[in-house]
Antibody, heavy 121, light 108 residues
Framework: QVQLVQSGAEVKKPGASVKVSCKAS????????ISWVRQAPGQGLEWMGW????????NYVQRLQGRVTMTTDTSTSTASMELRSLRSDDTAVYYC??????????????WGQGTLVTVSS | SYVLTQPPSVSVAPGQTARITCGGN??????VHWYQQKPGQAPVQVVY???DRPSGIPERFSGSNSGNTATLTISRVEAGDEADYYC???????????FGGGTKLTVL
């Protein structure tokens, strides 16, 4: 069965960086992309971007350009998301999700369990 | 950028039908996906491509999409359906993935 297992919770100071990993199993990793979605406390879902599992091409949301980097390691079927220059409003649960691509667009059929990132001085 | 509008909350009695709307400009021309999120849990896809259900999702969950409104319909609502529901589309803008603001379904 498809599983996405994320790394554990992190506490970071403002200005620091965080890297969250997402290990995939149960499917051919290079056949799907991985997207990252975050959710601030009590708020809705915010798409951050995605990475193509086959060729590593990325597409980041404009407001995070320059602060976020998404990578994959196909040898371990693991995707990672690094966010730099952390601010207090980056405090959120970060989810990875498998991207299902069709001619109609993209959606997310499997999700990781989420990783809480807390930014606090 | 494209905007999806959902009502903040919907309430329904057990056994009744809940309808959660997702409004967007000519949303009927796009493919709409719906996710259920229970407190403290990751989202789960309940409808994709307007009206298809992933494996394991009860037939009580259905979707439709026309004009400027997409609708998630939950028939014979159960207490376990209480959750936040989000719609999502793919848009041809620079930030192509758009989520609605979410709707909290309360089962009375």
């Amino acid at each position: 069965q498809v599983q996405l297992v994320q790394s554990g919770a992190e506490v970071k100071k403002p200005g620091a960086s965080v890297k969250v990993s997402c290990k995939a199993s149960g499917y051919t990793f290079t056949s799907y992309g991985i997207s990252w979605v975050r959710q601030a406390p009590g708020q809705g879902l915010e798409w951050m971007g995605w990475i193509n599992g086959y060729n590593g091409n990325t597409n980041y949301v404009q407001r995070l350009q320059g602060r976020v980097t998404m990578t994959t390691d196909t040898s371990t079927s693991t995707a990672s998301m690094e966010l730099r220059s952390l601010r207090s409003d980056d405090t959120a649960v970060y989810y990875c999700a498998r991207v299902k691509a069709t001619l109609l667009g993209r959606d997310f059929d499997y999700w990781g369990q989420g990783t809480l990132v807390t930014v606090s001085s | 950028s494209y905007v999806l509008t959902q009502p903040p909350s919907v309430s329904v009695a057990p056994g009744q039908t809940a309808r959660i709307t997702c409004g967007g400009n000519n949303i009927g021309s796009k493919s709409v996906h719906w996710y259920q999120q229970k407190p403290g849990q990751a989202p789960v896809q309940v409808v994709y491509d307007d009206s298809d259900r992933p494996s394991g999702i009860p037939e009580r969950f259905s979707g439709s999409n026309s004009g400027n409104t997409a609708t998630l319909t939950i028939s014979r609502v159960e207490a376990g359906d209480e959750a936040d529901y989000y719609c999502q589309v793919w848009d041809s803008s620079s930030d192509p993935v758009v989520f609605g603001g979410g709707t909290k379904l309360t089962v009375l």
